[in-house]
Every structure is written in structure tokens, then in C-alpha cells.
């Protein structure tokens, strides 16, 4: 059901649906208090791939990543309406556990935000809360796994006792990153991860995201133009709640089909 | 960017020197106000510390000699004929003696001049009333000493200590001194022989309330606070904390929580006297609970720490970033799990710095007591929950009412021991503070 339906919201320009969607989003709609802040969102994300959103601010690019492990359920005034669907079941519903999405659907923030525990125990801490390892040694694999697919085991393999957060900021949001692959998620939410970063730990995590989309369907919101053209297979992109265009990466940047999406690309705003 | 032309006004800037002289007029007095500031500041901290000063010196200085007290060496002789005259060494009849017969008889074996009962009562006067219960205490220890004599340092009366301790001139009248100048003539022979020594004054710590000075000490009061707060503290920490976390990551903002949030404040500002109010109707009258114990006064102070803590708590807990939160819920914890492993050790060293600022505040609280009878006369160490007894700030009150002048003294030492506690209370507030809490 890819190209039957090229345009599924009223305004989104491209394809929306892909083969065998890890989340189909149909007619989302977030509402905080009175401000309507995503405005009838269809998109699908794929396996084994990055999917960029990008738009202005305020766009509604993070409001949308955070309906997708139900974070904005943290939020008292926000409302989420419309179906979510991870491997074909709404996560809305009421026999769709919080914890257990969660746990399949990690999360990266913009800022780095390790726990004030040690390396060690930040890595830990999620298969030790859901139970993940059968004993001690388990979870030395766990978190030694974890930190090399992070590339950060070589940097810290000598202090996983020290404070997570005596890191570099760099090295605090690729702990973040393996702090969210211990749990062995099947999603990766990332939240503008190297807003916070300089250039070179930006590289850093741009190379990580490559390779972790082996593994997983990743999904990142960023200001960055280069940095979405860099990293992900399809772009999304969000105008004021709305989903104006969805397409290939190298196409959107290179033949945007929705003049808001031109303009933005280019540099008329944003 | 060529949209100047639809700007209303013609305002022209002026040339670079004319708005800098502009700024320099100003700035002469910019820096007077500054100095203005600065001096009222300064001034306002330095009559701060003035008062502090005063207050600790006025307290230190009318208290300080409370930790020593004169004591007389007394040879008693241990008289079987008096103690125990059928030698049966039974405890009642050990207990029913007349061991004031033998501080008398130790005394006059030193002044074998002394005739008559008036003379004999002036000389025994010299001696604490107390002498005789420890000349009973050392007999019930150790019958053997029944019939030996013996060596015993006992306390003077109140008013030699005074008069030693140079409260009152040697030189004054005799009846403002209360002390003859027949009874200075023995004193003066007693210090002559090395009878008369300032020991370090065990009596004041050990001893409760007694209507004789000399024996009168904050030890009942000192046990009477520590049960109290034992109380106060077992019972408002754990509720505190739970209603403000409740509060702070559980219940939804509404209306409610908002009406509570701003009775807890209310209840925080509640004269503490209303506090005793309701515990004398509520946990007396009503419950039932013993009149004057620690247990009752715990459970009022409960009630005028917890606003104290709950709102200390919440401060603490609002200032857990909440990017450790959404890290944690976005782990998948669940809430419980992400206030448990996460959010509360983080806040826990605001909630006890505010815990212990509450226990101090009921430490110093008096009116509350007042009204549920902690103010009662109570010689007995409390040793429990439900036995009677007072607390420090309200033997400082039943003492400065006191008309002995030997009670003025003791006082303020009640006052430096109190200090002494609040002090200790908020420099461990101080230290938990610096040492737990944990920078992110």
C-alpha cells in the first residue's frame, strides 16, 4: 500500500506509507489546551532506517517524535488524537502498556541527560528494571555490548565507576544512545541529540546513527539541514503542525515538490 | 530590509558625543545610589550581628558559670546507730533513715563550737539539701559502708555558690547576701581547710527540676525534648515526604491541589499556640492520650513541622531537573521507579536540610506544650513516651519565673544548652546540604 495513496493528509506532499511500517501514524492530532500543535499527521516509519523531521521552530517536529513513546502523556494539558500504530497495534490502546512501549521505543533528548549514577549503572539501569539479565555477568555483557555499539567503551572501559555525568557532552549523549540500545529497543527516538554538541562530537554521533540503523528504525528531529541530509534515508517536513512533504532524503533536498519546503530548504525562513 | 521609510517619528540619532555626555551626568549618580545601597546594606547586616552578639553574650555571660558548681569535702561517718539501729541492712530501712542527721553530725564534728538549733540549722544551711539523699545514695550502692567514715564531696546550698561565685559581694548586707556573717565565718574556715572546690557542675546535666536550685537541672528537660522530637520526627519526616511527592509528581494540577497547596502554606503561618489548642481538644480530649507526655507533644509539633517540610520537600523536589525525569520515564521506568531510583535520592538532602530546620523550630516551641501540660513541675528523668515531662524551651520558662536568684543563672544555662542543640541541629543541616547534594 505505498504508492495507492500518494497524499493521505489533505496537505502532505509525497509518500507517506512504506512497506511493512515499524509505526503507521494516521490523522494525529496533538492539541495543548487550546493550541492544536500537530494538525492531522499521517506518516509511516520505516525498518532499518533514518527518517529526518525537519521544519522551524515550534513546527512540531518534537511534540510529534513524543506522541510516538506517548511521552507527551507526561504533559497535563496535551491531547493526542488519532491512531498510532507500532507493528500494527495502537499504542493508545488499553492493553498497550506505557512501560512496555517505552521499552521497545527509546528515547535520545537534546540535551544529554545521563542519571547522576556511574557510567556503569546509567547503562544498567534499564535491563536491570526490566529485567533483562538473568545474573551479574549478563549484565557486564549487556553494558559492555551497549557501550562499544555506542563507541564509547573504549573511552571509559577504565572508569565505569565514575559519575556519568564527569563525561564530555559529547560523550554524555553517546551514553544517552547507550543507555537507550541496552534496552534492546526496536525504535530510537532522537530528540535534535547534538544540539548541544560541537562539531566534532557531532560527527561522532552522525557516524553512530549510521550504524545503528542496521539495527534499528531510527527517528530524529533536527535543525540541522546538513545534518538531515547527512544521516537519514527519508525527511519529513513539518510547517506549523503540519506535515508538508515526506519524501527521499536526496530528493526533498534536491527537488522539494511543496513550495513551504523550497522556501525552508533554501533559506527563506526558519 | 528597506522598511525605514514607513517609520513615523524622524528621529535622528545624535552625534557619538553628545550621547556620551548624556551617560556621563548620569553616572556620578548612578554610583551615589550604588554607595547609598551598599552602606544601608552593610548596615543592616552589621545591626544584625550586633543583636546576635548582645543576645549570645547577655545569655553566655549570666550563664557561663553554670558548669561549675562549689562542692564541700564532708567526713561522714556512716553511724550504724542512725542508718540501720536493728542491723538488719534491709532496703526499708536503709531508705527510711535520717541521713540529714548525718550531714549534721559531719559538719559539727568539724565546728565542735556550734550550739543550739538555731546555730545548727544555720550551719547544716551551708550544705544542699541534696547532701543527704547522695550521703543515702552511697549507702544504698554499698551497705558495707555502714559504720566506716568517709570522705564525700556534696554540693553547697545555693546561696554559698552564689556568694562564691561572686555574684553577691562579701561586702553586702546580710540579709541581700542571705548568708550571716556567722555562717561566712565557718564558710571561710571551710575554704581554709580545702573543703570548699568548683567542681564541673554534673548536677545541672543529670539532674530534673527541683525547687532548690542547686539541685535543679535541665537533664528531664534535655530527655523530655530529645522523646519529643524522637516523636516529632518519626512522625512528620515520613509524611512530609510522602505528601510532597505526592503532590509534586503525582496528583494532577487542579483546582484541588492548588487549595491545598495554599492551606499547607496557611497552616505554616498558624500561631503555634493553636496547634496546642488542638492537640488538648483532640488528642486529650478526645483520644484520650496522657496529659504531659512526650508522646502527645510529639504528635502537636508533628502538626506545626509538617507544613515545614512538605513545603521544604517540594522545593527540593521541584529542583530535580526534569530532564532526569523524562530520561528515566523515557527508559521506561515506571513513575514509582523513576521517583524511587531517580528523583529522590536527588531531592533527598533539600527534604532533610528541611526536615532538620523543622525539628529545630520545634525544638524552640514552647506555647504548643503549654497547653497540652508539659509545663507541669517534674523532678523525674522521663524514661518513655507517656511519662510526664517538660521540655527545654519550657523549663527556661518555668525557671525565669522562678524568685531564687540561683535560678537566673540556671536560666541561661537552660538557654546555652538550647543554643548548643539548635546550633548542632542546623550545622548538621549544613553539612548534609554541602556533602549530599549532588550537582548535575
Not at chain 1, 494516521?26 to 509511516?44: F, L, M, Q, R, S
Request: hydrophobic letters at 45%; charged letters at 20%; proline letters at 5%.
Amino acid at each position: 500500500m505505498n504508492d495507492s495513496i500518494p497524499q493521505a493528509g489533505p496537505e502532505t506532499v509525497g509518500n507517506v506509507r512504506v512497506p511493512e511500517p515499524v509505526f503507521s501514524c494516521t490523522d494525529v492530532n496533538v492539541h495543548y489546551g487550546d493550541k492544536h500543535a500537530i494538525k492531522n499527521v499521517n506518516i509511516d516509519i520505516a525498518r532499518q532506517e533514518v527518517l529526518a523531521m525537519i521544519g522551524p521552530s515550534g513546527c512540531g517536529k518534537s511534540t510529534f517524535l513524543r506522541c510516538l513513546n506517548r511521552m507527551n502523556d507526561t504533559i497535563p494539558s496535551a491531547r493526542v488524537t488519532g491512531r498510532i500504530a507500532l507493528d500494527g497495534n495502537d499504542i493508545h490502546d488499553k492493553r498497550q502498556d506505557v512501560v512496555q512501549l517505552r521499552a521497545r521505543v527509546g528515547m535520545v533528548f537534546q540535551k544529554p541527560n545521563p542519571f547522576p549514577k556511574s557510567i556503569y549503572e546509567n547503562v544498567a539501569y534499564g535491563p536491570r528494571i526490566h529485567g533483562l539479565a538473568a545474573d551479574r555477568a549478563e549484565l557486564d555483557d549487556i553494558v559492555g555490548s551497549s557501550l562499544r555499539r555506542a563507541g564509547l567503551w573504549d573511552e571509559v572501559k577504565d572508569r565505569l565507576n565514575q559519575p556519568g555525568t564527569s563525561l564530555s557532552g559529547g560523550q554524555q549523549q553517546r551514553l544517552c544512545i547507550a543507555r537507550t540500545i541496552a534496552v534492546n529497543p526496536e525504535v530510537i527516538l532522537m530528540d535534535e541529540p547534538c544540539s548541544a554538541l560541537d562539531p566534532i562530537a557531532t560527527a561522532k554521533i552522525e557516524d553512530l546513527i549510521d550504524e545503528l540503523r542496521e539495527s534499528y528504525a531510527i527517528c530524529i528531529v533536527t535543525h540541522s539541514m546538513q545534518q538531515a541530509a547527512r544521516v537519514s534515508q527519508r525527511t519529513a517536513y513539518f510547517h506549523l503542525g503540519d506535515l508538508v512533504e515526506v519524501g527521499e532524503t536526496n530528493k526533498i533536498f534536491t527537488n522539494p515538490r511543496a513550495k513551504l519546503t523550497e522556501d525552508y530548504i533554501t533559506g527563506r525562513f526558519g | 530590509m528597506s522598511n525605514t521609510s514607513n517609520g513615523a517619528s524622524a528621529y535622528q540619532p545624535p552625534p557619538a558625543d553628545v550621547t556620551r555626555a548624556k551617560v556621563s551626568a548620569g553616572l556620578a549618580r548612578r554610583y551615589r545610589a550604588e554607595a547609598r545601597f551598599r552602606a544601608l546594606g552593610l548596615s543592616a547586616t552589621l545591626l544584625g550581628i550586633l543583636f546576635v552578639i548582645f543576645l549570645f553574650g547577655s545569655v553566655i555571660w549570666r550563664g557561663y558559670s553554670i558548669f561549675g558548681q562549689h562542692q564541700v569535702r564532708l567526713d561522714v561517718f556512716f553511724d550504724p546507730e542512725v542508718i540501720d539501729p536493728s542491723g538488719t541492712h534491709s532496703r526499708e530501712a536503709l531508705l527510711a533513715a535520717d541521713y540529714q542527721a548525718l550531714v549534721r553530725a559531719a559538719l559539727k564534728s568539724r565546728f565542735t563550737e556550734v550550739e543550739g538549733r538555731r546555730q545548727v540549722r544555720d550551719l547544716t544551711a551551708l550544705v544542699s539539701t541534696g547532701a543527704a539523699a547522695d550521703v543515702q545514695d552511697a549507702v544504698l550502692a554499698d551497705p558495707s559502708l555502714i559504720g566506716q567514715r568517709r570522705s564525700m564531696w556534696v554540693l553547697t546550698s545555693s546561696n554559698v555558690d552564689w556568694l562564691l561565685k561572686g555574684k553577691v559581694a562579701r561586702s553586702a548586707p546580710e540579709n541581700e547576701r542571705r548568708i550571716s556573717d556567722e555562717q561566712l565565718g565557718w564558710l571561710d574556715a571551710l575554704i581554709k581547710d580545702g573543703r570548699i572546690e568548683q567542681r564541673f557542675n554534673w548536677t545541672f546535666f543529670r539532674h530534673g527540676d527541683s525547687r532548690d536550685p542547686e539541685l535543679a537541672g535541665v537533664g528531664g528537660a534535655l530527655a523530655g525534648s530529645l522523646l519529643t522530637l524522637f516523636v516529632t520526627l518519626l512522625l512528620s519526616f515520613p509524611v512530609g515526604v510522602a505528601a510532597a511527592i505526592y503532590l509534586e509528581e503525582f496528583a494532577r494540577q487542579n483546582r484541588i491541589t492548588d487549595l491545598i497547596e495554599v492551606n499547607i502554606n496557611n497552616l505554616a503561618a498558624v500561631p503555634s499556640i493553636v496547634f496546642g489548642l488542638l492537640g488538648l481538644s483532640m488528642f486529650i480530649g478526645f483520644f484520650g492520650m496522657p496529659r504531659s507526655a512526650p508522646l502527645v507533644g510529639g504528635v502537636v509539633l508533628t502538626l506545626l513541622t509538617l507544613p515545614t517540610i512538605i513545603i521544604a520537600s517540594r522545593a527540593a523536589l521541584k529542583a530535580v531537573p526534569p530532564s532526569i525525569r523524562e530520561a528515566a520515564l523515557g527508559m521506561g521506568a515506571s513513575r514509582v521507579q523513576t521517583v524511587a531510583h531517580h528523583v529522590l535520592p536527588l531531592a533527598m538532602p533539600g527534604m532533610l536540610t528541611g526536615a532538620i530546620i523543622g525539628m529545630a523550630r520545634a525544638l524552640g516551641e514552647s506555647a504548643p506544650l503549654l497547653m497540652i501540660g508539659m509545663v507541669a513541675f517534674i523532678v523525674d528523668i522521663p524514661q518513655g513516651l507517656t511519662d510526664p515531662s517538660t521540655v527545654l524551651p519550657v523549663q527556661v520558662f518555668l525557671w525565669s519565673d522562678s524568685p531564687e536568684r540561683a535560678f537566673v543563672e540556671r536560666t541561661s544555662g537552660a538557654i546555652i544548652v538550647l543554643l548548643l542543640f539548635l546550633i548542632l541541629m542546623n550545622a548538621t543541616a549544613v553539612v548534609l546540604r554541602n556533602r549530599f547534594e549532588k550537582r548535575w
